[in-house]
Structures are given as structure tokens and as C-alpha cells.
Nanobody
Framework: QVQLVESGGGLVQAGGSLRLSCAAS????????MAWFRQAPGKERELVAA????????YYVEAVSGRFTISRHNANNTVYLQMNSLKPEDTAVYYC??????????????????WGQGTQVTVSS
């Protein structure tokens, strides 16, 4: 049974930082694309960042590029999202997701097979 468990969310002031973690189990982690999505109230869920098994490339939605960093530690079956210079518009529930590695085109699409329960990030102004 695949499980993705996020942690690290919370309340932070604008300009602050948070680091999200996602611990994966029940899958061959180093064969999976991993990603972070977010969903703000009243908005559709959006892909924030993605990383392939090798970690050699990354994708970021334009709104977070230069502020967020996705990384992974395959030995620990964990993917991270370092969020710096946070803005109120970053407020959302953040979800970890995984899919078996295939084309990078699919890795940067919404089509992921496994999802975590989400962790709330709130940025106050």
C-alpha cells in the first residue's frame, strides 16, 4: 500500500520560510516522479514543482520560480519543498504526489497516481 505523508506546514509571516517534507512508503521511490501541488480556497489544484527520480532536472510553476526548491533524498524515500520569501498568495493546502517515472511531459502534468493527505500553509501579511 502506497502512502505519502506530508509534514512541515504551518503559519508564517510574509517573507518567511517553511520546509515541507513528504515521506513515501510502499513504492520503489527511486522509480517515481515526485511533485508538490497546492490548492487554495476557491481555486483549482495546481502543480507547484516536480522532480524526476534522478533529481537532475526540476519544474516550477512561474509563480514560485526562484523562491521554492524541490529536492529528494532517494535513500530516505523523502521529497522536500523549501519555500522562501513566502507571500500571502502562497496560502493553500500543499499535497505531495507520485507517479511511476515515464516521460517528463507527464511528470509536469496533473496526472499523478498517488497523493498525500495535504498540509496547510498559511502566510500572513
Amino acid at each position: 500500500q502506497v502512502q505519502l505523508v506530508e509534514s512541515g506546514g504551518g503559519l508564517v509571516q510574509a517573507g518567511g520560510s517553511l520546509r515541507l517534507s513528504c515521506a513515501a512508503s510502499g513504492l520503489t521511490f527511486n522509480s517515481y516522479h515526485m511533485a508538490w501541488f497546492r490548492q487554495a480556497p476557491g481555486k483549482e489544484r495546481e502543480l507547484v514543482a516536480a522532480i524526476p527520480p534522478s533529481g537532475e532536472q526540476t519544474y516550477y510553476v512561474e509563480a514560485v520560480s526562484g523562491r521554492f526548491t524541490i529536492s529528494r533524498h532517494n535513500a530516505n524515500n523523502t521529497v522536500y519543498l523549501q519555500m522562501n520569501s513566502l507571500k500571502p498568495e502562497d496560502t493553500a493546502v500543499y499535497y505531495c504526489a507520485g507517479r511511476p517515472a515515464s516521460s517528463w511531459y507527464l511528470a509536469i502534468s496533473p496526472r499523478y497516481d498517488y497523493w498525500g493527505q495535504g498540509t496547510q500553509v498559511t502566510v500572513s501579511s
